[in-house]
Every structure is written in structure tokens, then in C-alpha cells.
């Protein structure tokens, strides 16, 4: 594909080479004129399709590499989740077991306070 793409840039600038010689020599037939013309156009289509194989070449590989990026990163992503999962459990259950024991705290001076406050109210 470079060859081909090389090969087609040379003769782009032997054509144009010869297009610039064409106006000093004035006694040129038109049909040297419109070959030149011609071959400098398909030099430039050769051109044009070669960049675009690459291209389309370049996007496909980055495509893949893309997909085997993002796979990867998505296996290991669960290697990590399967390792930290003891612990994520362990941190759970000790914040639920904080949470009941503050809970229960709150609830036992709630008690403490209604059961003083109710034994220093008059008897009316």
C-alpha cells in the first residue's frame, strides 16, 4: 500500500513537473494538454484512494485495540471487585453494627432523660 502510494506521488510530480514545462513550449498540441491532464488527475484519484485505504486501515486497528483495551480493563476491573469483596462486607457489617449500637445508645438516654424528666414534674 506505501508503494502504491509512493509510486502515485511520483508520478503526480513528474506530471506536474511537465505541466509547468507545457506553457514555455507553445507549440503543444491541445491533446498533450489534456493527457497531461488527465494522467495528473488519476495520479491524484491513486492518491487520494491510497490515503484513504490507510485510513480506513488505521481506524480499523484502533478500533480492535480499542475493544481489547476496554475488555481488559472490564476483567480487571471484576479481578479487583472479587478480591475486595471481604472486606467491603466487613466494613458493612461493622457500620451496621456501629449504626444499631449508637441506635440503641440515643434510645437509652432518650429514657434516661423522659424517666427524670417525668419524676421532677409536680403532682398536679
Given at each position: 500500500?506505501?508503494?502504491?502510494l ?47 485505504a ?26 479487583i ?44
Amino acid at each position: 500500500m506505501k508503494v502504491t502510494l509512493f509510486v502515485a506521488a511520483v508520478m503526480a510530480a513528474v506530471s506536474l513537473a511537465a505541466g509547468r514545462a507545457a506553457p514555455a513550449q507553445q507549440s503543444e498540441s491541445p491533446g498533450v494538454k489534456a493527457t497531461i491532464k488527465e494522467d495528473a488527475q488519476a495520479v491524484g484519484h491513486a492518491v487520494a484512494h491510497g490515503a484513504e485505504a490507510v485510513g480506513h486501515a488505521v481506524a480499523d486497528t484502533s478500533r480492535k485495540v480499542g475493544h481489547e483495551v476496554a475488555d481488559t480493563s472490564r476483567k480487571v476491573g471484576h479481578e479487583i471487585a472479587e478480591k475486595t469483596a471481604p472486606a467491603r462486607e466487613a466494613v458493612a457489617e461493622d457500620s451496621k453494627k456501629a449504626g444499631h449500637a449508637i441506635a440503641h445508645g440515643a434510645e437509652k438516654a432518650r429514657a434516661a432523660v423522659t424517666h427524670q424528666s417525668d419524676a421532677t414534674k409536680p403532682d398536679g
